[in-house]
């Protein structure tokens, strides 16, 4: 039994499965419920894609929305103006941006980690402002509309299941990342880039493919957004959705597997039990200095029952110290 | 010809605006090694808060908003300097709370002052010179940036408190050997950045407007200026604010209309690559 629950526990994949089912089986009923389960699929399909460039190569990149963005457009425009397959939309949403991911890193994978940010957030802006421009092809700023479901995925409920699937395959993705020489080598790249390079690491090469492999992940939320909302728009997924993300996967636990997961739920939830858009964004900012100052690795990577220990070693030394004053009192 | 000058003084009148936020942004990068992505939501907020109360007030709630906001910022990097200084790691954690800040503070100019532009009219007309039309609110733009930046200049030269503040953004590990109170001047150096984007939000309001969403780009061009010659004094960050500007608006003049406003991201990614911002030592290059 205790064999079973271990195995469990390190199988995050199987986590959020089992998790996954439970909640969507709860929402069967709820139309509004099962929505918000496909936007948190989206938004953890983007943590994670995140969380695989951040939480393992510390390189923070601003631009995951932009790369969902050129997914999502991809596939828009192959199944709703050229009747394409949506599988090879879906093919193509991880190509193309996994592609150009590769083409950022090579710019900005020689700066700084701040430079890199800034520079992130730079591409993020002429992407999106270079989609909502080319409006022969986009539709502008009205974007393209009708974009068909997949066979496999033919209303919110199927989404939904599809949209867990796919979340369960990033997650393995990453997980597979994390447990391999290449994962170890991207935490050693995070920890001293001249370091790695010493070692033999060759630094350029391994960001560049990080940086697709998640530019890619991203793409696969982008193709599923468009997909489950059969529409899409510039103002869809922007600078706003990157920093979002950005504050799920560090509320989540950058460095864990399933933090970008719980982050995604968390904060989908905090925003829909605000009754006011503007005013969820004024508690994501405050919710993420929180936890930035009170558990600066989020709520999975927070050793919680070390801190709890801590405090109780603390109170003893306390008690112990009262105590031994007291006896010290007694016997003068 | 006429037009071209037109546009350059427009340029430079904007990119005045975009220097001073950079002005203490590089003291602060100096002094803590952290960036305060928060100067946009200062400068929208200010403008916003300024243009909602009446005078007298309306400004000066706007310059202690602005402040608090950088004291938040200032308070969380000390925050998280006591906790590295325990072996904790967090060396872009204080620049995230400043990300936090500006999310808030944006998504807070939305809720309270809705998604309308606001404008106030405060230096109407325009001043004619050899048949060049120069707005007042840009001439106000260049001499109230070029008196600020004189003060702040003086003041860092010639005070005590300015030479600490100097001390600090040369070495900030060195300075307490002389008695330095680095901690103080850093919280202080942050307020600094909060009142100065207030400042220029205010300005921004009587020569462009302002709304919830300026918040982000600002913040872009306001960190965007203090990168374009790289950190190298106060003299550069307004240089290059000015340059910003000046890109900005002869792209708007003379770039087509699809074109014009990506020019100053292309550009500031081109400065970007070129590799001028780099203080790192260590990075390594493909």
């Avoid at chain 1, 509004?32 to 990149?61: E, H, K, N, P």
């Avoid at chain 1, 596939?75 to 009747?83: E, G, L, V």
Wanted: net charge positive; hydrophobic share 55%.
């Amino acid at each position: 039994m205790r064999g079973a629950i271990n195995f469990f526990i390190r199988q995050p994949a199987l986590i959020v499965a089992v998790v996954g089912i439970i909640a969507i089986v709860s929402a069967w009923r709820s139309l509004s419920a099962i929505d918000t389960i496909v936007v948190m699929c989206t938004f953890a399909i983007m943590g994670v894609s995140l969380a695989l460039i951040y939480g393992q190569a510390g390189v923070m990149s601003l631009a995951q929305a932009a790369f969902a963005s050129i997914g999502a457009y991809c596939t828009a425009i192959m199944t709703a103006r050229f009747d394409l397959p949506v599988l090879l939309g879906l093919i193509a949403a991880i190509l193309l941006p996994a592609a150009f991911g590769l083409l950022v890193a090579r710019v900005v994978g020689r700066m700084s980690h701040m430079a890199l940010a800034v520079s992130t957030l730079l591409v993020s802006q002429v992407v999106i402002y270079a989609i909502a421009s080319w409006s022969d092809l986009t539709g502008g700023y009205l974007g393209i509309s009708g974009i068909p479901r997949a066979f496999f995925m033919p209303d919110i409920r199927t989404a939904a299941i599809i949209g867990l699937i796919l979340v369960i395959v990033c997650i393995y993705v990453l997980q597979r990342v994390i447990r391999s020489e290449q994962g170890r080598a991207y935490r050693t790249i995070a920890a001293d880039g001249v370091l790695s390079s010493s070692l033999g690491i060759n630094v350029a090469e391994r960001l560049g493919w990080l940086f697709a492999l998640s530019a890619g992940m991203a793409g696969v939320a982008g193709w599923f957004y468009a997909h489950s909302r059969s529409f899409i728009a510039p103002d869809a997924l922007t600078i706003d959705t990157s920093l979002s993300v950005l504050f799920m996967v560090i509320v989540g636990g950058s460095a864990t597997i399933l933090g970008p997961v719980v982050g995604a739920v968390v904060l989908t939830l905090i925003r829909d039990m605000v009754p006011n858009a503007a005013l969820g964004g004024v508690f994501y900012g405050i919710a993420l200095i929180v936890v930035l100052l009170v558990l600066p690795k989020g709520l999975l990577g927070t050793n919680w029952l070390g801190m709890l220990r801590g405090r109780r070693r603390a109170g003893s030394i306390v008690d112990a110290e009262s105590t031994s004053t007291t006896e010290a009192g007694r016997t003068k | 010809m006429t037009t071209l000058i037109q546009f350059i003084v427009i340029g430079i009148s904007m990119g005045a605006l975009y220097g001073l936020m950079a002005l203490p942004l590089s003291l602060v990068w100096s002094a803590t090694r952290t960036l305060d992505f928060a100067v946009g939501g200062y400068a929208v907020v200010a403008g916003m808060v300024s243009a909602r109360l009446a005078l007298p007030f309306g400004p000066i709630v706007a310059l202690l908003i602005g402040t608090a906001g950088g004291a938040i910022v200032g308070a969380a990097y000390l925050y998280l300097q006591s906790k590295r200084a325990r072996g904790e790691k967090n060396s872009m954690t204080p620049t995230l709370v400043s990300v936090g800040l500006l999310f808030a503070l944006v998504a807070f100019a939305q809720w309270q002052f809705g998604t309308n532009a606001v404008f106030v009219d405060a230096f109407p007309g325009v001043l004619e010179v050899a048949g060049i039309r120069i707005p007042w609110s840009s001439v106000v733009n260049i001499v109230s940036v070029a008196l600020i930046a004189g003060v702040l200049a003086v003041f860092l030269k010639f005070t005590r408190l300015g030479k600490w503040m100097r001390a600090c953004a040369g070495s900030a590990h060195d300075a307490p050997l002389v008695g330095i109170p680095v901690r103080s001047i850093q919280f202080g150096t942050f307020m600094l950045t909060g009142f100065m984007s207030a400042l220029a939000g205010l300005l921004l309001l009587s020569s462009r407007g302002t709304f919830f969403g300026a918040g982000f780009a600002l913040g872009i061009l306001g960190i965007g200026a203090m990168l374009v010659f790289g950190m190298r004094g106060l003299g550069t960050a307004l240089l290059g604010g000015m340059v910003l500007g000046l890109v900005e608006s002869l792209g708007t003049a003379f770039l087509p209309v699809n074109v014009a406003p990506i020019i100053v991201p292309v550009f500031l990614l081109v400065i970007l690559a070129i590799g001028k911002f780099d203080h790192e030592a260590g990075t390594v290059r493909p």
